[in-house]
């Protein structure tokens, strides 16, 4: 299994790293496709510098948003969730007549795949080529250690035996011992049932308790 994992890793690590020496530009081709679509829609705003590094984009009636390529800020939001340039801070890039690629951050940048899928997995020979050690000390098993708490009671079961566990309740547990065992008299041979009634009995023998 750990054979497996580790061959298929270390192909996947070859497989991105060529795929990204292919790319073309200095940018991943997906964050290539968002930045062209937010550079169409930047033709609708118009920027006004506010001095410093402040600019203010107007994209329509009731549209306005405070930009600051220093910071990295724009009031939309949309650059602090995605890290990606939105059209109020491309529209502040093209008043300054600069390149936008320069200010994607640099995790998007082909050079960072290169360099991440540059740490490749060596390869390693059969167990048959391996070198025995003479000197090496036998590997124990480690120590068992008594858990805390209290033990449990029911034991772990296989993967292919039922997994739940029926419990049953006290009511449900006298009737299973009834049925297991013979059902006995209630009375033996020589005692009788008494059918006398309450009103022949003594004041002494009636044991009911009446409320005063």
Known sequence: MMKTVRTRIMLLIVKKKEEAEK????L???IRKKLDVNIKDLLRCVSSHAGRNRYQIECGPDSQHVVDLVENF???RNCDI???LCMHALAVIHLKNEF???YVQTWYTKQTQLDIYSNFIKPIK???QWVSLLNMQPILPPTLKRPLGRPTKVRM???????????????RLSKRMKQATP???EYTPTQEKCNTPYSCLTPRQDTRHYRT
């Open 23 to 26: 790319w073309k530009g200095m």
């Open 28 to 30: 991943c081709p997906k």
């Open 74 to 76: 724009c009031s939309c």
């Open 82 to 84: 995605t890290s990606i």
């Open 100 to 102: 936008p690629d320069t």
């Open 126 to 128: 059969g167990p048959k």
């Open 157 to 171: 079961k296989e993967p292919d035996e039922p997994q739940t566990t029926e419990r049953l309740s006290k009511r």
């Open 183 to 185: 059902n006995q008299q």
